[in-house]
Structure formats: C-alpha cells, structure tokens
C-alpha cells in the first residue's frame, strides 16, 4: 500500500517560515519525481515546486527566491522550506509522486498552512 504522508503545516505569522515534510511508503522513492501543491479555498490545486529523481528542481513563480525544495532518497522524504510566508500563502498542501516513466502517481491528504496575524 502506498502511502505519502505529510507533516510540518500550522498557523505562522507573516514572514514566517515553515518547513513541510512529506514521507513515503510503498514506493520505489528515488525513481518518483516529487512534487508540492496547493489548493485555496475556491481555487484550483497548483503546482508549487517539483524536484526530479534527478533532482532538476522546478518552482511556481509566486514562491521562487522563498521557497526551497528538497529530497532525502534514503528517508523517502521530499521537504519544502517555506520562508517570508504571506497570507496569499495560505492552502492545503499536498504531497505528490509520479513515477519516472509517468506510468503512475499518488497523492498525500495535504497538510494545512495558515498564514495570518
């Protein structure tokens, strides 16, 4: 079975920092390429950042220069540093895996980022 499991969302104030972790279970880890996205309430899930099993790593533009994502293959973790958070910030966010030759993916249940005052 597999799993994706994600940790590390909660409450931060503006320019805060957070850092999200994602581990998983059931899966070949180092031949996935990982992603984060994230959905608003009353918008569409988006991508944020994925990193390859190569590690080419690729970042929505609303979080470049703020973010910072990163994998560990022998802890099955993909992580994503967050840091000068703004409310524009505030989502579920979602783990995701999708094998090398795109044949499958998975998806975590998100983890809650709130960024408010």
């Known amino acids: 079975q597999v799993q994706l499991v994600e940790s590390g969302g909660g409450l931060v104030q503006p320019g805060g920092s957070l850092r999200l972790s994602c581990t998983s279970s059931g899966i070949n880890f180092s031949i996935y390429a990982m992603g984060w996205y994230r959905q608003a309430p009353g918008k569409q899930r988006e991508l944020v950042a994925t990193?390859?099993?190569?590690?080419?790593?690729n970042y929505v533009d609303s979080v470049k220069g703020r973010s910072t994502i990163s994998r560990d293959n022998a802890k099955n973790t993909v992580y994503l540093q967050m840091n000068s958070l703004k409310p524009e910030d505030t989502a579920v966010y979602y783990c995701h895996a999708e094998h090398l030759l795109r044949t499958r993916d998975y998806w975590g249940q998100g983890t809650q980022v709130i960024v408010s005052s």
């Open positions: 990193i390859s099993s190569g590690s080419y790593i």
